[in-house]
């Protein structure tokens, strides 16, 4: 999965992606109810259809939506990238492709994105302890010569001495507003 910000400049891409959703009949009643199943063709990691024992489907995402209706109004457990059930109605907020109003960029990324497009970077040698590694969060502001910083990146160095931490390098982002 990727998506292009900032006018197509940069490209944010994951290592993990989705299965495909296919309208399907179900295989144990032939002719009577569709439901939507997760699908993927791909090398399986299976003697089954002699295709080989490694696999080339990698990491793949799905939401498990609980009981959703089928083509018949019948409840079926529903797994799906999406928000929507067979009949379209809506099963939950967002979806797990980028675009779209439900998608991944518009429901949990775009602040934060459009936070690192303005945002500034700034590294700083900073008294550590070991200690101290138990209290990094990265979802907290640290205060650094009087303005708030999100913290990017740490990089520790033990001293050669011993096995004792005294300082570490931070990566800050912050932007002003």
Same mark, same amino acid.
């Given at each position: &999965?990727?998506?292009? %910000?900032?006018?197509?400049?940069? #490209?944010?891409?994951?290592?993990?992606?989705?299965?495909? +959703?296919?309208?399907?009949?179900?295989?144990?009643? @032939?002719?009577?109810?569709? =439901?939507?199943? @997760?699908?993927?063709?791909?090398?399986?990691?299976?003697?089954? $259809?002699?295709?080989?024992?490694? /696999?080339?489907?990698?990491?793949? !995402?799905? !939401?498990?939506?609980?009981?959703?209706?089928?083509? !018949?109004?019948?409840?079926? @457990?529903?797994?799906? =990238?999406?928000?929507?059930?067979?009949?379209?109605?809506? +099963?939950?907020?967002? /979806?797990?492709? =980028?675009?779209?109003?439900?998608?991944?960029?518009? #429901?949990?990324?775009?602040? =934060?994105?459009?936070?690192?497009?303005?945002?500034?970077?700034?590294?700083?040698? &900073?008294? !550590?302890? +070991?200690?101290?590694?138990? #209290?990094?969060?990265?979802?907290?502001?640290? &205060?650094? /010569?009087?303005?708030? $910083?999100?913290?990017?990146? %740490?990089?520790?160095?033990?001293?050669?001495?011993?096995?004792?931490?005294? #300082?570490?390098?931070?990566?800050?982002? $912050?932007?002003?507003?």
């Amino acid at each position: &999965m990727q998506l292009r %910000v900032g006018a197509g400049q940069q #490209t944010i891409s994951t290592g993990a992606g989705t299965l495909h +959703v296919v309208s399907e009949q179900d295989a144990n009643d @032939p002719g009577s109810r569709e =439901w939507l199943l @997760p699908a993927v063709l791909a090398k399986g990691a299976s003697l089954a $259809y002699e295709v080989g024992d490694d /696999s080339r489907c990698g990491l793949r !995402f799905l !939401f498990d939506r609980g009981l959703c209706n089928d083509s !018949f109004r019948q409840t079926y @457990p529903l797994a799906t =990238w999406g928000n929507l059930d067979f009949l379209g109605d809506r +099963v939950g907020e967002s /979806s797990l492709h =980028w675009d779209g109003e439900a998608g991944l960029y518009a #429901t949990w990324h775009r602040e =934060w994105l459009a936070f690192l497009d303005r945002a500034t970077s700034k590294e700083c040698t &900073m008294q !550590f302890r +070991v200690a101290d590694l138990l #209290t990094l969060d990265a979802a907290r502001k640290e &205060m650094v /010569s009087h303005r708030k $910083y999100l913290w990017e990146q %740490v990089s520790l160095t033990l001293k050669t001495t011993g096995s004792q931490l005294e #300082t570490a390098d931070f990566t800050y982002r $912050y932007t002003r507003l």
